[in-house]
């Protein structure tokens, strides 16, 4: 069982950048496909981006294309959000998790290894 630790939110002011990073252990990870997603007060969570096992192919939310950049370093068994040009809009809670190979890296129901989220909120 792999187990996640989100970390790198905060609070920024629009149009300012953050780095999440997530954290493996347990696990090698490069076993599994990630993503990140997220869930704002009141709304239901949704993925945001994700990344296959080996990093050869993205998934980007129509909203954060352009903005948030994902990738992986397999040998620290780490995972980043790199997020630009932050708005209002993004604030929520993220959340990263890991879904085994062999599977679709953008099949959501397979991603069952969740982190304990990190807060981003995005002031105006």
């Known amino acids: 069982q792999v187990q996640?630790?989100?970390?790198?939110?905060?609070?920024?002011?629009?149009?300012?950048?953050l780095r999440l990073?997530?954290?493996?252990?347990?696990?090698?990870?490069?076993?599994?496909?990630?993503?990140?997603?997220?869930?704002?007060?009141g709304k239901e969570r949704e993925s945001?981006?994700?990344i296959n096992w080996s990093g050869g192919s993205l998934y980007y939310t129509?909203?954060?294309?352009?903005?948030?950049?994902?990738?992986?370093?397999?040998?620290?068994?780490?995972?980043?959000?790199?997020?630009n040009s932050l708005k209002p809009e993004d604030t929520a809670v993220y959340y990263c998790a890991a879904?085994?190979?062999p599977s679709a890296f953008t099949d959501w129901k397979l991603y069952n290894y969740w982190g304990q989220g990190t807060?981003?909120?995005?002031?105006?």
């Open 62 to 83: 129509d909203s954060v294309k352009g903005r948030f950049t994902i990738f992986r370093d397999n040998a620290k068994n780490t995972v980043y959000l790199q997020m």
């Open 48 to 50: 945001v981006s994700a």
């Open 119 to 124: 807060q981003v909120t995005v002031s105006s």
């Open 99 to 101: 879904a085994p190979r």
């Open 21 to 41: 990073s997530c954290a493996a252990s347990r696990r090698t990870l490069s076993n599994y496909h990630m993503g990140w997603f997220r869930q704002a007060p």
């Open 4 to 17: 996640l630790v989100e970390s790198g939110g905060g609070l920024v002011q629009a149009g300012g950048s």
